[in-house]
């Protein structure tokens, strides 16, 4: 059996991919995260401060036998500089400790995103190859690829990096969740009676985008770290459609039974800054779980992500040349994530 340590294991990257591994049977799992879990059959948590080199190394020096590490963690920070320092310090601490106490250290996966090709800058060469040039640095994926390149010479570990777009799933508390953002933005909208409006930019109704499902990117993830073709190499993974909000938005405001009007620019993080006590009183109304309003508010990344008012796609034939198949009907992945987060109750 496999041993997988998945860093990062509460996201929504992470958390999916401990259930996909569970799924398989083939892997005993250790989640790690700095706030823990609750262990069950073949999964353990470890709740660890990865910024802190000792703790990572007292908290983790025992784990002899990890074969796989599936690197998903993430630190906020305001800027692009600043993301670099304790992205990058995660990761070496991972690796120094893990690879210093299991010998069987196979393959190390490493998730990362279209900021490789400079998307959160604007406007970029689309559809946006694994072979592109790099650009103007900062950028903490490059540095976190560099480290692994340069760290896995010699060795008789691998690696792999996994670049998908936006990716949508049910998870709380993360701060880059669109999925959630748009049903918590349409179960208010429904509330207060008022429209579904796109609040991003004018030219973001009409680009181009396309979107990774959750579970679809474990599945590829796993793939990518366990097939030999694949080794130092990196992947886009994405849904395998393409489309634009001015023709979705209108489709998932039916799914809540909402009316559209016009795009209504507007800064989420802005207009919903005050809305605490609307949330509390629709969880109350409907008799959901008491999820606290940070956890289902990532107004900022919403506010992102609507701001592209430029294609936002990549080029997924890599992966299809190399034997990875599955793809996801966009739609069908809102809708199933809504059902979702109604069948918990989180929305009503």
Same mark, same amino acid.
Request: glycine share 8%; hydrophobic share 45%.
């Given at each position: ?157 691998? !690696? ?10 049910? #998870?709380?508390?993360? %701060? *880059?969740? /669109? +999925?959630? &953002? ?66 979705? !938005? ?10 559209? #009007?016009?795009?209504? %620019? *507007?800064? /989420? +993080?802005? &207009? ?77």
């Amino acid at each position: 059996m496999k041993t997988a340590v998945v860093v990062g294991a509460n996201g929504v990257i992470g958390g999916n991919l401990v259930e996909h591994l569970q799924r398989t049977g083939d892997w005993k799992i250790i989640g790690l995260s700095r706030r823990g879990g609750i262990d069950i059959e073949r999964v353990q948590h470890i709740a660890v401060d990865l910024l802190d080199g000792d703790e990572t190394r007292r908290r983790l020096s025992h784990l002899t036998d990890v074969t796989h590490i599936f690197y998903a963690a993430y630190q906020e920070r305001p800027t692009w500089a600043e993301l670099v320092p304790p992205n990058l310090a995660m990761l070496v601490n991972v690796i120094t400790v893990i690879e210093d106490s299991s010998p069987d250290l196979e393959h190390v996966s490493l998730m990362q995103g279209y900021k490789v090709y400079g998307a959160h800058l604007g406007p970029f060469k689309t559809p946006a190859r694994e072979s592109d040039p790099p650009h103007m640095p900062p950028e903490f994926n490059v540095d976190q690829q560099q480290f692994l390149e340069s760290r896995q010479l010699g060795k008789r570990w691998s !690696w792999s990096a996994v670049r998908p777009s936006v990716v949508c799933g049910v #998870a709380l508390g993360n %701060p *880059m969740n /669109l +999925a959630t &953002v748009i049903a918590v933005y349409a179960t208010m909208c429904k509330k207060l009676g008022v429209p579904m409006r796109f609040p991003g930019k004018p030219g973001a109704f009409g680009s181009l985008l396309e979107m990774t499902d959750a579970s679809l990117l474990a599945e590829a993830t796993v793939w990518a770290a366990t097939t030999p073709a694949c080794a130092n190499q990196a992947f886009n993974i994405t849904n395998g459609d393409l489309f634009r909000w001015n023709d979705m !938005w209108p489709r998932i405001a039916d799914i809540f039974g909402l009316d559209t #009007a016009a795009p209504l %620019p *507007m800064s /989420l +993080a802005d &207009v919903m800054a005050d809305k605490e006590p609307l949330w509390d009183s629709i969880v109350a109304e409907h008799e959901l779980k008491p999820t606290p309003y940070r956890d289902v508010s990532s107004w900022a990344f919403g506010d992102f992500v609507f701001s592209w008012d430029y294609d936002v796609i990549s080029d997924g034939s890599k992966a299809r040349r190399m034997g990875f198949h599955r793809f996801v009907d966009t739609e069908a992945m809102f809708a199933g994530i809504v059902a979702d987060l109604r069948q918990q109750r989180i929305i009503p």
